[in-house]
Every structure is written in structure tokens, then in C-alpha cells.
């Protein structure tokens, strides 16, 4: 499924990135470290993992896509932080950069502060614009996180929701059920002081 343009921020872009990188489709079912979906064994603790391509590969291939499409992105934000970057140094007469013994760039208090906030301005109001690619399925037990990085890149942001509301109704049902067999076993119990003296009684002998 293809869509229309979307603007993303540096940050949105990054955060996604990174997201695609260490999203692992499933857990090992026996030390639940992340596995990923082409491999056959746990890499930790070498119990065979199977079927998880399957599960998957929707997700996978939207992400691949994805990342082949934000390439040129990344270059730009690499590159505009380079040059935010060397606009900081401490520079001598003539615009020498400083060096320390060892060669490295040298910068002040100052300058330093002020480019952490170049940086973050930098990555919070840029923005690019990018075709979106949604994925066909999702697996069922994707971690929130995850689906916060990829919302509106490879989910449809309405479907995160949606995913979101289902497993708090789910959530909200299980408690309701174990509720109810509280109060189940507290009715069956003892209620009257006649009872509860039969039944202290009964638990001795
Ligand atoms: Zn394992």
C-alpha cells in the first residue's frame, strides 16, 4: 500500500531508524532475548526458533523499504550536523581550528552549549518529506515502543491506536475476570459468626 507524502522531523526520522535497526520480530520462547526473523537458532542460548519469517516479514520488508527511502535523509542529517558541528570549534588567529597534543578539536563551555542547542533545534524543527509505506500485518505482540517509532511510517497511525485500545480492553477484561473470582471466593467463604466458627472447626480437625 502506498500513500501520500508525509513531513517528518530529523528527530522522527532518527528515532525511526534506529527503531528499524533493533527491531527484532519475536523473543526466544525459552530466554526471550529479541531474535531476528532469519535466524534459526536463539544466539544466546541456541533453542531453534522457527516460523518466525512468516509472522513477520510484512513488517520487515515495509521497514527495509523505509529505510532504503530515508537514506538520502540521513545523509542530509549527518552531514548538517558535521557542519553544525565544525561552526563550534575554538579557533585560533587566522581561523586556525585549536588542537589539543593529540590532534583532537578543542571547544569552549560556551560553544559547547550552544551547539547541543543547534543540535536539538536542528533536529526538531527540519523536516523532511517522504512517501510512507504501510505494512500489510503486523505481529501481534509488537512492543509499544516500537510501535510509537513506526506510527505513521510502516502502521497507519489510527491502527497504532487501534492496537493500543484493543490490548487495553484486554488488559481491562482480565482484570474484570480476576475480580469476579475474588469476590467468588469470598462469598463461598464464611459470612456469619456462626459459620466462621464452624468453619475455624472444620480447618483444625
Ligand atoms: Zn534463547
Redesign the pocket.
Known sequence: MSAKQIELTYRRVVEFEQAATNYRPLA??????G?FDDMKF??????AVTGAKALSSHLRFALDRMTARLKAALQEIREATEDVNNDHWHQLEGGVIDQDKEGRFRITHDKLKERVKKQRQMLNETKVKIEPYYAAAMPKDIDYSFLEAFRGIVILSSEVDRIFATREAAMLAASGDSEMKLRQEEDEGPITAEETVLAEAASVS
Open positions: 526466544c520462547p525459552t530466554c526471550r532475548v531474535v536463539c544466539p544466546l542460548c541456541g533453542t
